[in-house]
């Protein structure tokens, strides 16, 4: 081979072997400085004595291969959490740090994030946190006094609980499973809350009372209300379904309802998805409530009107002489003359004006604390929704809209969308003795009106002639 030959081979060897270094070098190097896992989510800046703290987790390459997480408090670090395996890019990890088991002291402290990916690189130096996050540990639960309460609650009833709560980012009140909130009430400073409760007309014998406390670590206090809850009992009814009945309600309430469908079929969807759907609006409708009281004194019934059904009536329906289905009545029935006006039973603010199902063109005035009263079957509608209306204020007509066939006036009043029975809150002397008197007690502000007189406490109303109406 000619010298010349044999200088521009080695020369092509050379460059080869350089781009091979280079190359080999450049990708080392590009395996080497790719990120490693990145900690995406903060802890909270505080922990109590049970914490469950979320972290999401990125690998830029491959898959998270190993997390850690660590507690370091007073020169001393305790694992939380220490997981191995292929987890995939991308993870959320939860975390429960109970402190006890940790040996944690109220104090700070830092809360470190270890991680690894299963990336491969040429170099793996010693490993050190991606995170670390200075937190506080606090084991102090809040600290709740309960001041006064109603001393008698029934099913289908309500009644109010005042209370302080010392170191509490939310505190709630309880009937079994059920929560109402509170609000606070009385001097800026002095930390009163007060709640309404309602007990629903089949709550079980037994149901706890209670107050639940929880602050911004996650600590929680609880206490009981010192209630005692007296039985009642309510009554049942037989409604005949008829087909002039069906043919008149069920076209207005279902007209998506196929041609095909028998007009049974159609009122029990009515009578049971349609009136399941209005509950969930009224529960709906009883969150957003003023938290101040908007009322003064007892609530009016309309005058010249007369019970014919009443609350929590089991109603039992027969159609050709079986049962079809059975539902519970949630308020009163009132009758008048037909297109009678329909006077707002206190002041108030209407938190709710259109068609509702069931009860057909409705309107619900918001009274402030969760206490709402509902007015149905209405053949129109007179005010608006964020209307500030008083006591007697015309909200519309009676009439025989939704699943009505008398003229008449359906009346709820409910406590945080749950129904309760409108006779205590049309009996000042209740008012008196179970809402104003705890307030006394507990030192807080009176409601205006709401002291009551001594007018001895009315009996239930019986039930007039009945008309089949729902």
């Known amino acids: 081979m000619p010298p010349q030959s044999r200088t521009k081979t080695w020369v092509l060897v050379v460059l080869v072997l350089l781009l091979v ?77 109970e402190s006890a088991a940790l040996g944690l002291r109220e104090g700070g402290a830092a809360l470190e994030v270890w991680a690894r990916d299963d990336f491969w690189r040429p170099l793996r130096f010693d490993e050190r946190p991606i995170a670390s996050h200075p937190i506080t540990v606090d084991l102090t639960p809040p600290r709740i006094d309960v001041l006064a309460a109603t001393r008698y609650v029934s099913p289908g009833g309500a009644g109010l609980v005042a209370f302080r709560v010392t170191g509490a980012a939310r505190a709630t009140v309880s009937a079994g499973t059920r929560e109402f909130p509170s609000f606070a009430y009385g001097a800026p400073d002095a930390g009163t809350r007060v709640a309404l409760l309602a007990l629903p007309w089949d709550v079980p014998p037994g149901t706890p009372l209670g107050i639940t406390a929880q602050d911004e670590a996650g600590n929680i206090a609880a206490r009981g209300i010192p209630a ?9 009814d037989t409604i005949e379904v008829k087909d002039s009945f069906l043919r008149l309600k069920v076209p207005e309430l279902l007209p998506q309802r196929p041609p095909s469908q028998p007009l049974l079929e159609g009122f029990l969807v009515v009578n049971r998805d349609l009136r399941r759907q209005a509950e969930a609006e ?68 209407v938190a709710f004006a259109a068609p509702l199902t069931i009860y057909g063109n409705a309107v619900i005035v918001d009274h402030g604390w969760g206490l709402q009263t509902l007015y149905a079957h209405l053949s129109r509608i007179d005010v608006k929704v964020g209307e500030t209306v008083e006591q007697g204020q015309e909200l519309g007509r009676t009439g025989t809209t939704g699943l009505a066939v008398g003229d008449h006036l359906h009346f709820e009043v409910l406590v945080h969308g749950v129904s309760v029975t409108p006779l205590e809150w049309w009996d000042a002397k209740w008012i008196r003795d179970r809402i104003a008197k705890p307030l006394r007690e507990a030192g807080l502000p009176a409601i205006s009106g709401a002291e009551g007189t001594d007018e001895p406490e009315p009996a239930p109303p019986a039930p007039g002639a009945r008309r089949r109406a729902r």
């Open 282 to 349: 009224k529960l709906r409708t009883g969150r957003t409530t003023a938290e101040k009281p908007l009322w003064h004194g007892a609530f009016a019934q309309p005058r010249n009107t007369k019970v014919f059904a009443n609350f929590a009536e089991t109603r039992t329906y027969l159609y050709a002489g079986r049962e079809v289905d059975r539902q519970v009545h949630y308020g009163y029935d009132l009758a008048s003359t037909k297109q009678s006006p329909v006077p707002a039973a206190n002041a108030g603010v």
């Open 21 to 97: 270094v280079v190359g080999g070098v450049s990708y080392l190097g590009w395996r080497q400085s790719v990120p490693g896992v990145t900690s995406l989510a903060a802890p909270p800046r505080t922990i109590g004595q049970k914490t469950v703290v979320k972290l999401a987790l990125e690998a830029r390459r491959g898959n998270i291969a190993r997390t850690e997480v660590r507690l370091v408090q007073a020169g001393r670090a305790v694992v939380a959490l220490r997981q191995e395996g292929a987890f995939g890019r991308r993870v959320e990890v939860p975390v429960t740090l």
């Open 228 to 236: 005692e809850l007296k039985p009642r009992r309510f009554p049942t």
